[in-house]
C-alpha cells in the first residue's frame, strides 16, 4: 500500500504565560492511502496539536508532513488553502453555525470558494444523501440529535471532495449507539470514496471497531505502533498497557451485556 501521509521528527511548543510548553516531541508517523488509522492518546498527549499541524492550522517548529509527497510545512498561507482542501476535519464538537440551516452548514465550505449556484446545490443534495440528511437540509442545528450534528459535520468535511478526513474525537460526545453508527459511517465513507481517514481517539473501542493499524501518542511522541490487534496483545507502552487494562476490564464485567464492540 503507498504511503499517504508521512510525518517525521515533527515538533511543535507553544509560548505560554508560564513559560514554553514542548507538545509534540519529534513525532514520526505513517498512514497509508485508504487505510482507517487510529491514534489514542491521554487528553493532552497532543493529539488535536498533531492534527492541527497536518491540515495546516497549526504551524510545527521543526520537522516534516507530507500529504500525497507535498510537503506541507513548506507551504505559504495560499497554498496551503488550497491543500486543505484535500484534508477534511470533522470535530467533537461538531463546530455548526447555529443560525444557519444545515444546508448552509454544509455548502459552507464551498461558499467562501465562490462556487457556482447550481454546483453547490448538487453537492450538498449528494453529501447529505450519503450521510442520511437529506430530509434534514432545512433544519437548524438546535433541532438536531447529536449524531445528527456529527453527520453534518461529516457532510461539510467531505464536500470539498477530501482524500483524507481527520476524526478529532467525532464520536466521544456521542452515545454508544449513536457512536456505532458514526463509525459505519466513516468506513462507509472510507469504501465507497476511498477516502484515508485519521481517527484521532480516547475511545480503545472505536479503534478496535474501525481500524487495522493504530499508533499511541504519550507525552508528545508516538510511543507504538502497528497493527490493532498486537497492541491490544501485547502494549509495549504505559498508554496502551492502560487503555488496553480498562477495554478488556469493561469486557469482561459481568454486568456488561456485551455492547458489541
Ligand atoms: N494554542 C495553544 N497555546 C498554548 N497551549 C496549547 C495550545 N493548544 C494546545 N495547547 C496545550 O498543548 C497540550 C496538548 O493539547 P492538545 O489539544 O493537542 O491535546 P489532546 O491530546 O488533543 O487532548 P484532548 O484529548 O483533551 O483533546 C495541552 O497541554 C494544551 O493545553
Ligand atoms: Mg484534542
Same mark, same amino acid.
Given at each position: 500500500?503507498?504511503?499517504?501521509?508521512?510525518?517525521?521528527?515533527?515538533?511543535?511548543? !507553544?509560548?505560554?504565560?508560564? /513559560?514554553?510548553?514542548?507538545?509534540?516531541? %519529534?513525532?514520526?508517523?505513517?498512514?497509508?492511502? /485508504?487505510?482507517?488509522?487510529?491514534?489514542?492518546?491521554? $487528553?493532552?498527549? %497532543?493529539?488535536?496539536?498533531?492534527?492541527?499541524?497536518?491540515?495546516?492550522?497549526?504551524?510545527?517548529?521543526?520537522?516534516?508532513?507530507?500529504?500525497?509527497?507535498?510537503?506541507?510545512?513548506?507551504?505559504?498561507?495560499?497554498?496551503?488553502?488550497?491543500?486543505?482542501?484535500?484534508? %477534511?476535519?470533522? !470535530?467533537?464538537?461538531?463546530?455548526?453555525?447555529?443560525?444557519?440551516?444545515?444546508?448552509?452548514?454544509?455548502?459552507?465550505?464551498?461558499?467562501?470558494?465562490?462556487?457556482?449556484?447550481?454546483?453547490?446545490?448538487?453537492?450538498?443534495?449528494?453529501?447529505?444523501?450519503?450521510?442520511?440528511?437529506?430530509?434534514?437540509? $432545512?433544519?437548524?442545528?438546535? %433541532?438536531?440529535?447529536?449524531?445528527?450534528?456529527?453527520?453534518?459535520?461529516?457532510?461539510?468535511?467531505?464536500?470539498?471532495?477530501?482524500?483524507?478526513?481527520?476524526?478529532?474525537?467525532?464520536?466521544?460526545?456521542?452515545?454508544?449507539?449513536?457512536?456505532?453508527?458514526?463509525?459505519?459511517?466513516?468506513?462507509?465513507?472510507?469504501?465507497?470514496?476511498?477516502?484515508?481517514?485519521?481517527?484521532?481517539?480516547?475511545?480503545?473501542?472505536?479503534?478496535?471497531?474501525?481500524?487495522?493499524?493504530?499508533?499511541?501518542?504519550?507525552?508528545?511522541?508516538?510511543?507504538?505502533?502497528?497493527?490493532?490487534?498486537?497492541? !491490544?496483545?501485547?502494549?509495549? $507502552?504505559?498508554?496502551?498497557?492502560?487503555?488496553?487494562?480498562? !477495554?478488556?476490564?469493561?469486557?469482561?464485567?459481568?454486568?456488561?451485556?456485551?455492547?458489541?464492540?
Amino acid at each position: 500500500m503507498e504511503e499517504y501521509i508521512k510525518i517525521q521528527d515533527l515538533t511543535k511548543t !507553544f509560548q505560554t504565560k508560564n /513559560g514554553s510548553l514542548p507538545v509534540l516531541r %519529534g513525532v514520526d508517523l505513517s498512514v497509508n492511502q /485508504g487505510e482507517i488509522f487510529g491514534i489514542i492518546g491521554f $487528553s493532552g498527549a %497532543g493529539k488535536s496539536t498533531l492534527a492541527r499541524c497536518v491540515n495546516g492550522l497549526e504551524k510545527p517548529d521543526a520537522g516534516s508532513i507530507k500529504v500525497a509527497g507535498e510537503e506541507v510545512t513548506a507551504l505559504s498561507k495560499k497554498q496551503m488553502r488550497q491543500e486543505r482542501r484535500h484534508i %477534511g476535519m470533522v !470535530f467533537q464538537n461538531f463546530n455548526l453555525f447555529e443560525a444557519k440551516t444545515v444546508y448552509e452548514n454544509i455548502a459552507y465550505p464551498l461558499r467562501i470558494r465562490h462556487e457556482k449556484r447550481a454546483i453547490i446545490d448538487e453537492k450538498v443534495k449528494e453529501v447529505a444523501q450519503l450521510v442520511g440528511l437529506s430530509d434534514k437540509l $432545512s433544519s437548524y442545528p438546535g %433541532g438536531l440529535s447529536g449524531g445528527q450534528k456529527q453527520r453534518v459535520g461529516i457532510a461539510r468535511a467531505l464536500i470539498g471532495e477530501p482524500d483524507v478526513l481527520i476524526s478529532d474525537e467525532a464520536t466521544s460526545a456521542l452515545d454508544p449507539q449513536t457512536t456505532l453508527q458514526i463509525l459505519d459511517l466513516l468506513r462507509d465513507i472510507n469504501e465507497k470514496k476511498g477516502i484515508t481517514i485519521l481517527m484521532i481517539t480516547h475511545e480503545l473501542d472505536a479503534i478496535k471497531y474501525s481500524c487495522d493499524r493504530m499508533a499511541v501518542l504519550e507525552d508528545g511522541k508516538i510511543i507504538e505502533e502497528g497493527p490493532v490487534v498486537d497492541i !491490544f496483545q501485547n502494549p509495549h $507502552s504505559r498508554t496502551g498497557e492502560l487503555f488496553t487494562k480498562v !477495554f478488556f476490564r469493561f469486557q469482561n464485567d459481568e454486568f456488561q451485556s456485551g455492547a458489541g464492540i
